[in-house]
């Protein structure tokens, strides 16, 4: 099993800025990549960014160029850098993890609301 909590989410304005963490506790050995989602109010959940194992980084169209993902091994944390924030961005951000099993494990989500 894999427990993630996400934390770092909050109020910005527009064009500001947020980090948002992911920490991994359990079997962490297990996990192939991580990634970020998230869900706007009425809207389906959505792919943000993976990060691989080994390999390069992914990210949505929609934040190409704004958000970066990266991870620190030894603390067994994810994170999501957010630049250059828009309104549209706001949404509940969780994490995920997959792992070489085929299991897929998620976060409780953190809120971010960008107002404009």
């Known amino acids: 099993q894999v427990q993630l909590v996400e934390s770092g989410g909050g109020l910005v304005q527009a064009g500001g800025s947020l980090r948002l963490s992911c920490a991994a506790s359990g079997s962490t050995f297990s996990i192939n990549a991580m990634r970020w989602h998230r869900q706007a109010p009425g809207k389906q959940r959505e792919w943000v960014a993976t990060?691989?194992?080994?390999?390069?980084?992914l990210y949505a169209d929609s934040v190409k160029g704004r958000f970066t993902i990266s991870r620190d091994n030894a603390k067994n944390t994810v994170y999501l850098q957010m630049n250059s924030l828009k309104p549209e961005d706001t949404a509940v951000y969780y994490c995920?993890?997959?792992?070489?099993?085929?299991?897929?494990?998620w976060g409780q989500g953190t809120q971010v609301t960008v107002s404009s």
């Open positions: 990060i691989p194992s080994s390999g390069s980084t």
């Open positions: 995920n993890a997959l792992s070489k099993y085929g299991r897929t494990y």
